[in-house]
């Protein structure tokens, strides 16, 4: 298996450092037009974490898109230390470009500690390895697809994706969605890692929900979407080159808003994060 996708996460992880609390990150090659939501939100967890002591791992964060970013240039990440106690640390980080503010970050950090313990089950669904990868359903779908969806969908890549009841992508579904995901190749033991990697990656399919529902998606050229904020929180440390489960609704979508939220369990049934997300769903009129 090639795993040089993988790597050029890693990479893409991998901040420059700047001088004092500040670093730099760029966009991949292949970015296109529209900097990625969840390149933005990892690369200035990466910054924050890089600020805090190694035993004090995120448990949260929470987030504003506040520009729409351009891929073809850096991003300058500030980071303030806005305390550091004897349990919890918290951070703030500003992702610049050209001098003006495009994302907002704030994040927490706790040293692990005993304490009553719950989780939300997992729902059932098929095994992963019983459902169609993504390059399959491509062809499947073919007719009803918008051209984006399926060149997006076709790309080669480092995460290997299997959507749940498939036919949600093209009829109109109120229960959200399910998905299964995982990096393809082995990635670092570095529980970090691993954290930006899945705040990367939680930024993916999320939006989609509130779209679902109405039997659309975020490649109709009919609707303008954009994420406007995103929240999560970390209950345990993931592994994100194992399958994890994406659960995916969307309880309300109003004034060209929609909410969403996700659970991702790992293949065990164990609770490892939550989101939160919302985000602009506008119809154009001048198409």
Same mark, same amino acid.
């Given at each position: 298996?090639?795993?040089?996708?993988?790597?050029?996460?890693?990479?893409?992880?991998?901040?420059?450092?700047? =001088?004092?609390?500040?670093?730099?990150?760029?966009?991949?090659?292949?970015?296109?037009?529209?900097?990625? =939501?969840? &390149?933005?939100?990892?690369?200035?967890?990466?910054?924050?974490?890089?600020?805090?002591?190694?035993?004090?791992?995120?448990?949260?964060?929470?987030?504003?898109?506040?520009?729409? =970013?351009?891929?073809?240039?850096?991003?300058?990440?500030?980071?303030?230390?806005?305390?550091?106690?004897?349990?919890?640390?918290?951070?703030?980080?500003?992702?610049?470009?050209?001098?003006?503010?495009?994302?907002?970050?704030?994040?927490?950090?706790?040293?692990?500690?005993?304490?009553?313990?719950?989780?939300?089950?997992?729902?059932?669904?098929?095994?992963?390895?019983?459902?169609?990868?993504?390059?399959?359903?491509?062809?499947?779908?073919?007719?009803?697809?918008? &051209?984006?969806?399926?060149?997006?969908?076709?790309?080669?890549?480092?995460?290997?994706?299997?959507?749940?009841?498939?036919?949600?992508?093209?009829?109109?579904?109120?229960?959200?969605?399910?998905?299964?995901?995982?990096?393809?190749?082995?990635?670092?033991?570095?529980?970090?890692?691993?954290?930006?990697?899945?705040?990367?990656?939680?930024?993916?399919?999320?939006?989609?929900?509130?779209?679902?529902?109405?039997?659309?998606?975020?490649?109709?050229?009919?609707? &303008?979407?954009?994420?406007?904020?995103?929240?999560?929180?970390?209950?345990?440390?993931?592994?994100?080159?194992?399958?994890?489960?994406?659960?995916?609704?969307?309880?309300?979508?109003?004034?060209?808003? =929609?909410?969403?939220?996700?659970?991702?369990?790992?293949?065990?049934?164990?609770?490892?994060?939550?989101?939160?997300?919302?985000?602009?769903?506008?119809?154009?009129?001048?198409?």
């Amino acid at each position: 298996m090639d795993d040089a996708p993988a790597r050029e996460i890693v990479t893409l992880l991998d901040l420059e450092t700047l =001088g004092e609390d500040r670093f730099r990150g760029h966009s991949p090659a292949s970015a296109g037009r529209h900097l990625y =939501g969840g &390149q933005v939100v990892a690369q200035s967890l990466v910054a924050a974490t890089r600020t805090v002591e190694p035993d004090r791992p995120v448990h949260s964060l929470h987030a504003y898109f506040i520009l729409a =970013g351009d891929p073809q240039i850096p991003i300058d990440f500030f980071v303030e230390r806005i305390r550091d106690g004897k349990s919890f640390a918290t951070r703030r980080c500003v992702a610049t470009q050209r001098g003006r503010p495009i994302f907002s970050l704030a994040a927490s950090y706790q040293r692990r500690e005993e304490g009553f313990s719950h989780a939300l089950a997992m729902p059932q669904t098929p095994a992963p390895e019983c459902l169609e990868p993504i390059h399959d359903l491509v062809d499947r779908f073919r007719a009803f697809l918008p &051209q984006p969806a399926a060149n997006w969908m076709a790309r080669a890549c480092a995460l290997d994706m299997r959507i749940v009841a498939p036919e949600t992508l093209v009829a109109p579904n109120a229960a959200g969605q399910k998905i299964w995901f995982r990096v393809q190749s082995p990635l670092p033991d570095d529980e970090a890692i691993h954290t930006a990697v899945l705040a990367y990656l939680s930024d993916m399919t999320l939006l989609n929900t509130a779209l679902v529902v109405h039997g659309r998606n975020i490649f109709d050229p009919k609707i &303008q979407v954009a994420s406007l904020d995103h929240a999560l929180w970390f209950h345990e440390p993931p592994r994100v080159d194992d399958w994890l489960l994406y659960v995916q609704e969307s309880p309300a979508a109003s004034h060209a808003r =929609g909410l969403t939220f996700g659970r991702i369990y790992a293949r065990d049934g164990r609770l490892l994060a939550s989101a939160a997300q919302e985000g602009l769903i506008r119809l154009r009129t001048n198409i």
